[in-house]
């Protein structure tokens, strides 16, 4: 609840780094959340993504699925992801291809 409350904070209040790193801090004091109750992992989620921090993203919605077999959003937003990620993959593939000169 305190992580969910300092994301809701970042996102609400000008986005102080000091809040997302209160966000990080009281998600990993959190060891494990209560079954049925993944949320927290899904704000955290959003709170890594935002940072670009991918990776981390990617395995707290694995996460969040293993918990919840029975809820489908974690899976619909990492396939999401992978998503994106890959056009941005792409995206950046053909820049970086038309900007160096040919020949």
Request: no cysteine.
């Amino acid at each position: 609840v305190l992580g969910n409350a300092y994301v809701s904070l970042f996102f609400a209040g000008g986005q102080n780094p000091q809040d997302a790193q209160r966000a990080l801090g009281a998600y990993a004091q959190a060891v494990r959340p209560p079954p049925g109750a993944p949320q927290p992992i899904s704000a955290l989620r959003q709170l890594l993504q935002y940072q670009e921090r991918f990776g981390a993203a990617l395995d707290g919605l694995s996460r969040a699925a293993a918990l919840a077999p029975g809820w489908a959003e974690p899976r619909r937003r990492h396939a999401h992801l992978l998503d994106f990620l890959e056009r941005l993959r792409a995206a950046l593939a053909n820049r970086v291809r038309g900007a160096w000169p040919r020949g």
